[in-house]
């Protein structure tokens, strides 16, 4: 249960320290006293969203701390080991802290967990229900969840087997959806693919030839200009006199010498090195100055092939790399296609036996609902005559999608239905249901709910919406009832249920240094009948309201179901 709650900087609470104990503890105060406040508190430290506005004006961060006793909860001892954190003395400390700046940090036992982390344990100890949720109940689509919520032990292995053969299903689909296309599209794309490969096939680009067309271009455009120089440069080199000859006769003079000294013998071998090279150097500007002619008809050629490697980098890619690259793919892509068909069926053939697969587990899935279900509007049937609903039934209806496609959740469609009445038939509870009524329905499924999934520690804000007189004299015996298996915590705006509490605190504001401030202060003795009074209306001489009140909380520790 939960023992103890700290709330710091929570919009007008500055500090509240509350000890709690089992049983039915109720939360009184006028409207805008912050008894939802408390509520907010409690959702912050069980995991929920943390708004900045939650904190008080002028501070930087808000703290809400709960100590829970797991002694009793194998459940919340099992997800605590499994976050790998000890329990001291059978005892958990849950801290969360909220920073204007949006930030917000969780700790356990004194060790930092991230908030998603957080509500796997904290779903083990808690549950509230917000003084507006009872209005869910109106939409036909959040049925299924209450059904699943309930027998959620029988239910999510089924749940999570279709949830996986879905999963496969919807893979393949893609793949069929994605991978494949009529066979009339799939024939234009051939065509496409055949011309295109055949259009660069029959080009046979090669991967660096645009680079050696364009260097074979400028010397042909330079031709005349290069014939000349080499002409000029062979006749330097090779003439009468010429750089050939006159190195040759240095090299002879030197030779004569050469026996006379070690130096002129070097120096000639140096001339003789130098008339070799350049003499090899003449005889190349020869052969190029042969090979060097101006060719029309060969630029003509080359001018050509640069045309159709560019109109193909047009198409295909913005180098001759790209468009062999396009061209690779492309094949791939044919030869996928014309393989196609034998893919398509093997594909169509793996989607028909998920698809049957799937059905026989969504049918399982449908028949541990249907149970869970029947289980579920009996019980809440009890619970609703313990209400004051006596004549009240309550069905789940059943019913297939329009859409015969598999779907994640199962193929269920379900519809909580209710005859408040004798003789009225059964209807969707939007058409039938009173505000009062539908609080005490969701107080049965939240009752019969809770029973099954073993939480120990309910808290009601505001669940007698709608409700007054012997009704809510019914609900409040029913929260004593349940507070009999678990800790319960309500606000309330109505003597009849808060008579019924173990433990009363009220709630008021005052100002204090200048602000208003919330403060909440545990009842004892002649207070509990004065509060009452005060819920009644009660003004002026208030001695026979609080009779009455007396009366009523009498009454009350003496009713039993």
């Known amino acids: ?53 939650l904190i008080t004006h002028g501070k930087q961060k808000c703290r809400a701390e709960a100590v829970f006793d797991i002694g009793g909860e194998p459940q919340a001892q099992k997800a605590l080991e499994e976050l790998g954190i000890e329990a001291e003395d059978g005892v958990v400390t849950i801290m969360r802290e909220l920073n204007v700046n949006g930030k917000s940090t969780a700790r356990v036992n004194g060790v930092l967990l991230p908030v998603a982390m957080l509500k796997t344990l904290t779903g083990c100890l808690a549950d509230i229900h917000g003084q507006h949720e009872h209005q869910s109940l109106l939409d036909d689509k959040n049925h299924l969840g209450v059904i699943d919520a309930y027998g959620e032990k029988s239910i999510a292995p089924a749940a999570a087997r279709t949830a996986e053969l879905y999963g496969r299903y919807a893979a393949v689909r893609q793949k069929l959806n994605a991978g494949f296309m009529s066979e009339a599209e799939r024939e234009r794309r051939i065509d496409i693919l055949k011309y295109q490969i055949n259009e660069i096939t029959t080009a046979s680009p090669k991967a660096g030839e645009e680079e050696s067309i364009k260097e074979e271009l400028t010397l042909l455009t330079n031709a005349e200009r290069i014939a000349d120089a080499l002409s000029e440069a062979g006749g330097a080199l090779g003439g009468e006199p010429g750089a050939v000859s006159l190195l040759k006769q240095a090299a002879d003079a030197l030779s004569g010498v050469a026996g006379f000294s070690k130096q002129y013998e070097e120096l000639s071998g140096r001339l003789l090195d130098l008339y070799y090279e350049v003499e090899d150097a003449s005889y190349t500007v020869r052969d190029l100055r042969l090979s060097a002619e101006f060719d029309p008809k060969r630029i003509d050629e080359l001018e050509g092939r640069l045309d159709v490697l560019d109109g193909l980098k047009h198409k295909y890619g913005r180098t001759v790399g790209e468009v062999l690259e396009f061209a690779a793919a492309a094949r791939r892509e044919l030869d996928s296609l014309t393989s196609g068909a034998e893919q398509r069926e093997k594909l169509q053939a793996e989607k028909a036996a998920l698809e049957a697969e799937y ?57 909580l239905l209710l005859s408040a009445n004798e003789g009225e038939p059964l209807k969707s509870l939007s058409k039938v249901a009173s505000g009062g009524e539908l609080s005490r329905i969701m107080l049965a499924l939240k009752t019969v709910i809770t029973d099954a999934d073993g939480i120990p520690t309910l808290v009601f804000d505001e669940v007698d919406t709608g409700i007054s007189g012997a009704a809510a004299n019914t609900v409040g015996l029913r929260m004593k009832h349940i507070a009999a298996r678990h800790q319960v915590l309500c606000v309330t705006h109505l003597p009849q249920i808060a008579a019924f509490a173990d433990t009363h605190f009220a709630v008021s504001k005052h100002e204090e240094d200048g602000r208003t401030v919330t403060r909440v202060k545990r009842l004892e003795g002649a207070e509990r009948p004065a509060e009452l009074a005060r819920i009644m209306g009660a003004e002026g001489d208030i001695s026979a309201a609080v009779s009455h009140a007396e009366e009523l909380i009498k009454k009350a520790s003496e009713a039993v179901l």
């Not at 709650?5 to 912050?34: K, M, P, S, W, Y």
């Open 1 to 53: 249960m939960l023992e103890r709650l700290i709330i710091e900087n929570v919009a007008l609470i500055d500090r509240l320290d509350l000890e709690l104990g089992r049983g039915f503890t109720v939360l009184t105060g006028e409207t805008g006293a912050g008894k939802s406040i408390i509520i907010d508190g409690i959702e912050l430290v069980l995991g929920g969203r943390g708004s900045r506005e």
């Open 359 to 415: 059905f026989s587990a969504a049918a399982e899935l449908t028949d541990a609902r249907k149970k869970a279900a029947g289980e579920l509007c009996a019980l809440a049937r009890e619970q609703l005559t313990a209400l004051g609903m006596k004549k009240a039934r309550i069905s789940a209806e059943f019913s297939a999608p329009e859409s015969p496609e598999p779907r994640e959740n199962g193929m269920d469609e379900v519809r």
